[in-house]
């Protein structure tokens, strides 16, 4: 069955930085669209970032962008958001999906999630 696993989470101070990595087995990754969503406590979930299948074509947030950079590594299986001047309106848990299909700017339709890393950024 498809997994996704978030690592990488953690506290840091405003201004800091973090990388979460997203490791996927069973499916085909290089075919996959790949994406990260943060949903923080008492609020809706919320559609970060996105990246092609083979990582030609980015997405992000108007929010993140200049801050976060959404990446890929095909071989690994393995995708990344390198998260850097990091504010407290920034603190959620991350989450990472995948889906077949779809323009890299539509949050809906994915299929796969993972757990869940939690970021918390303190001011």
């Known amino acids: 069955q498809v997994q996704l696993v978030e690592s990488g989470g953690g506290l840091v101070q405003a201004g800091g930085s973090l990388r979460l990595s997203c490791a996927a087995s069973?499916?085909?990754?290089?075919?996959?669209?790949m994406g990260w969503f943060r949903q923080a406590p008492g609020k809706e979930r919320e559609f970060v970032a996105a990246?092609?299948?083979?990582?030609?074509?980015?997405y992000h947030k108007d929010s993140v962008k200049g801050r976060f950079t959404i990446s890929r590594d095909n071989a690994k299986q393995t995708m990344y958001l390198q998260m850097n001047s990091l504010k407290p309106e920034d603190t959620a848990v991350y989450y990472c999906?995948?889906?077949?299909?779809?323009?890299?700017?539509?949050?809906?339709?994915?299929?796969?999630w993972g757990q869940g890393t939690q970021v918390t950024v303190s001011s």
């Open positions: 999906s995948a889906r077949y299909s779809g323009a890299i700017d539509d949050s809906a339709g994915y299929r796969y």
């Open positions: 069973g499916l085909t990754f290089s075919r996959a669209v």
């Open positions: 990246i092609s299948t083979g990582g030609g074509s980015k």
